[in-house]
């Protein structure tokens, strides 16, 4: 990943009077319009409304439709304005001041302003959307009230003239500018949500640079250029068809057969070595680094994972090498929640050792010398069910007898977020990779006590309200001068959560796909994290 460890944008120019438009990312000059591909995913698209989907395929779909005020310059963590032309920020970083710009069009043709803007921060934030990504809003002035019904609008938000809004915030927030280029802040037009209700993520109206053009549930889902998008000279692509319900075999087999363009799930790590030792297929290999951790969730209401002497003692037990190895080395064991990329990540901690004999102590100290029996979810796709396998095995041999839970994405998901029903989950396949790259995203959604909630995404149902008030006082730091400071007080925040251990943190896997023959512009498909998606729009054919 370009930029990876780049301080974001806000943090350089909190106590600055303004910030002009960033410099708009430069296309490839060789690039030419026109052409389609075809995009593969296993899973199927449940929506495509930016207020409410949060999966891996239909993020960069979303994204495709959808602008936000702020975006990256693609392929990199550096952010660059979207709708928004300009903005200014107060010198006690509390209010940010966008300028929109003029002329550009919704799908339906009509113009986009900034009453949408505010349309749009109401509508994900009020609690009849049911937006999972909400909660990255809770800076924003009103928010709570939004959030508890008790008002219909955020107080915050204020529309200056047709294209200008001030966004005011109840404290000052290091990580704004990237909530703002979340797909869950993007603009929408509410006469689209008004005529659709519930059924507007399966007829999404943006001013994204591609429209919807169909949509056969369960089959594919196509989607063409806007010609009016607002980016001059983008997308090149006509369209793009991104078929749903491949295995991952057998779209690898399709694009070395030339059928496929993308195989969306990357390559399946059955077939790695030999993709990898084929010197032609090797060429169209994009590597992505991810901000990413894989990890196992101990539910911390469910005994005895209630205590945290068994937490600790099933940290010793897992044998990170093996998996690392199982999955052909593409990845290295993790210490702590955060991967080695993410500011904040603390490289002298070694985390747990892979100690059996220490942690049967442990357990027979907890009370348990003869383990105890349990169950681990997992999703049912390779290699997640194999791994899950080594974890059972590694358990059984300090007495703890797992029972393998392997069930689809969407069952696992929701059994993650149902109170008191997994007592472990392993990650894979659905681990958390960061929004945006900022320790702050791997706390909040997946290790804070806003996440401990039924449909959230903290599976260990741990809720540490000092170590949340931490949080918020690092996220408060937004001096240029002090940001070493507010560093060390995230790393302090992943310390304490692993004394807590709701987790084993596994390994920290980079991620593998190709790209056929035929396309260019696509060097960095796999960038994460998920708020840069592949940018389809610098994506063209050479032929």
């Not at 998996?323 to 593409?330: A, E, L, P």
Request: aromatic share 10%.
């Amino acid at each position: 990943m370009k930029n990876i460890l780049a301080t974001s944008a806000l943090s350089l120019s909190l106590g600055l009077a303004s910030l002009a438009s960033a410099q708009d990312y430069q296309p490839d000059p060789n690039a030419k319009s026109g052409g389609n591909i075809i995009v593969t995913y296993k899973d199927d698209v449940a929506t495509l409304d930016p207020a409410i989907g949060y999966d891996w395929q239909n993020w960069s779909m979303i994204k495709s439709v959808f602008d936000g005020l702020m975006d990256y310059v693609p392929g990199t963590t550096e952010l660059r304005p979207g709708l928004a032309e300009s903005y200014e920020i107060s010198e006690d970083g509390t209010t940010f001041t966008f300028k929109l710009r003029e002329g550009v069009k919704f799908h339906n043709g009509r113009e986009m302003t900034a009453e949408d803007v505010k349309y749009s921060l109401d509508r994900v934030t009020t609690p009849a959307t049911q937006s999972p990504g909400a909660g990255f809003f809770g800076s924003i002035k009103g928010y709570d009230a939004m959030a508890d019904g008790s008002a219909t609008s955020l107080e915050g938000v204020t529309v200056v003239d047709p294209y200008t809004v001030k966004i005011e915030l109840s404290r000052p927030d290091a990580t704004f500018l990237h909530v703002m280029a979340l797909n869950f802040a993007s603009v929408v037009p509410k006469e689209a949500v008004d005529e659709y209700g519930a059924d507007f993520g399966k007829h999404p109206v943006g001013t994204g640079a591609f429209k919807l053009a169909d949509w056969t549930i369960g089959q594919k889902l196509v989607f063409e250029k806007n010609a009016d998008y607002w980016r001059p000279g983008v997308p090149y692509l006509d369209s793009i068809t991104f078929e749903v319900g491949q295995e991952p075999i057998v779209a690898l087999l399709r694009l070395q057969k030339g059928e496929v363009d993308v195989p969306g799930d990357g390559i399946p790590p059955a077939k790695f070595n030999e993709v990898m030792g084929n010197p032609d297929e090797a060429k169209q290999v994009v590597v992505g680094g991810q901000l990413h951790t894989g990890y196992i969730t101990l539910n911390v209401e469910m005994a005895p994972f209630d205590k945290v002497e068994v937490r600790q003692a099933i940290n010793m037990a897992i044998n990170k090498d093996r998996i690392v190895q199982m999955i052909n080395g593409r990845a290295t064991p993790a210490t702590q929640p955060l991967p080695p990329s993410m500011p904040g990540y603390t490289k002298d901690y070694a985390g747990y050792p892979f100690d059996p004999a220490k942690a049967k102590e442990m357990l027979a100290e907890a009370g348990l010398p003869d383990g105890f029996e349990t169950e681990l979810y997992v999703m049912n796709t390779d290699p997640n069910p194999r791994i899950a396998q080594a974890i059972q095995q590694d358990l059984a041999a300090i007495g703890v007898k797992a029972d393998i839970k392997a069930l689809a994405q969407a069952n696992v998901i929701e059994a993650g977020g149902t109170p008191k029903t997994a007592p472990m989950i392993w990650s894979g396949g659905m681990a958390w990779i960061a929004d945006f790259p900022d320790p702050s995203n791997f706390y909040g959604p997946i290790l804070g006590c806003a996440g401990a909630v039924e449909g959230g995404w903290n599976w260990s149902w741990y809720c540490n309200k000092d170590l949340d008030a931490m949080a918020t006082e690092a996220d408060s730091i937004t001096d240029p001068a002090k940001q070493d400071e507010r560093l060390q007080k995230w790393s302090d925040v992943y310390m304490k959560v692993m004394e807590d251990a709701p987790w084993v943190p596994v390994f920290n896997e980079n991620r593998y796909t190709m790209k056929s023959t035929r396309m260019g512009g696509a060097d960095a498909l796999y960038v994460d994290p998920v708020s840069i998606p592949v940018n389809y729009d610098y994506v063209y054919v050479t032929e």
